[in-house]
């Protein structure tokens, strides 16, 4: 199979379906937008099909609409139907897209649901290897597409349509206004990708959690249980050593208070969507306390520098 399903049981399994279906890692060489990567991106796109050229759409390009079609849909392969071209600089590998979606069972018609209309769906970033580059291309701005999906027999899901509306861009760095520098933080230079590099200072090892803002962004607050996305750079202060980093690969999408080290979470907590943070993180935020092992971090102060991107605020209870 070329491709994988996007198939969604739900609203809530939709964020995670596509996240882990529209994205693939990109080489270094694709990490920034050029002319190849552009070509490389139009030449990934599906052709349209019976399936995909029969849906018809109700509603403007940037709002959730109604797809209907004559069910049951047969969809072979996957299939993609370009509705309204957008305008502006077309999308290149490794440029992080806004978009949104709905979704439709192809044997019944049912709507599925729908996200990215109301903030809800974080970029994503595109790749010609990705469902996300292989459905839409190198898309302007603005675009709306029809996409059929076959029934994928691995995950049990039956075919399905989309309209994949691209919304736009996301910057791939915080844009915030700098901050004053805070005494006694490491501190941060920026290369021309805006990469950084943290400068550790002299003196004793902290022990306490401590952050600081080095741009104030405009956006959203995050908050306890919000999906994030960020670009991050992590040091330790132990050994001095860069020990992971998402720059120069692809930002990384958590989801605040769960699945990451509890600093982590604490660090951008607060924060503004733009900001960039640098937080330290001691054993008992990081990974334990205990002799230092190299292999997983135990015992060792950790300091992190964060770009917050973008935010998917989590559903009202």
């Avoid at 070509?39 to 990934?44: E, G, K, V």
Wanted: hydrophobic share 40%; with cysteine; aromatic share 6%.
């Amino acid at each position: 199979m070329r491709t994988r399903s996007l198939a969604l049981l739900s609203l809530a399994a939709m964020s995670a379906l596509v996240l882990a279906g529209c994205t693939a890692a990109p080489s270094e060489s694709e990490s920034s937008p050029s002319a190849t990567a552009a070509a490389d991106l139009c030449s990934a796109q599906v052709k349209s099909g019976e399936a995909s050229d029969s849906v018809k759409i109700d509603g403007a390009v940037g709002t959730e609409s109604t797809a209907t079609f004559t069910s049951p849909l047969d969809v072979a392969e996957l299939q993609s139907t370009l509705v309204d071209e957008g305008k502006g600089d077309a999308l290149a590998s490794g440029d992080l897209v806004q978009f949104a979606l709905s979704a439709y069972d192809a044997s019944t018609g049912e709507k599925l649901g729908a996200q990215g209309y109301n903030d809800d769906l974080l970029p994503q970033q595109i790749s010609p290897d990705g469902v996300l580059g292989q459905v839409v291309g190198c898309a302007k701005p603005g675009s709306r597409y029809v996409a059929a999906f076959p029934a994928s027999t691995d995950q049990g899901t039956p075919a399905q349509v989309y309209i994949i509306d691209v919304l736009g861009t996301a910057p791939s760095a915080a844009w915030g206004e700098p901050q004053e520098p805070v005494d006694g933080m490491p501190t941060v230079e920026l290369d021309s990708d805006d990469s950084p590099t943290v400068t550790l200072p002299e003196g004793d090892i902290p022990t306490e959690f401590k952050k600081a803002t080095l741009k104030k962004g405009d956006g959203a607050v995050v908050e306890a249980g919000d999906s994030v996305l960020v670009q991050y750079h992590g040091v330790s202060w132990n050994s001095g050593e860069v020990f992971d980093e998402s720059w120069g690969k692809q930002p990384f999408t958590f989801t605040v208070g769960s699945g990451v080290v509890q600093g982590f979470s604490d660090a951008v907590t607060g924060e503004t969507v733009g900001s960039q943070v640098i937080a330290v993180l001691p054993p008992s935020v990081a990974y334990g306390e205990g002799d230092i092992n190299e292999s997983d971090l135990k015992g060792q102060t950790l300091v992190f520098v964060v770009d917050i991107l973008a935010v998917a605020k989590a559903p009202a209870q």
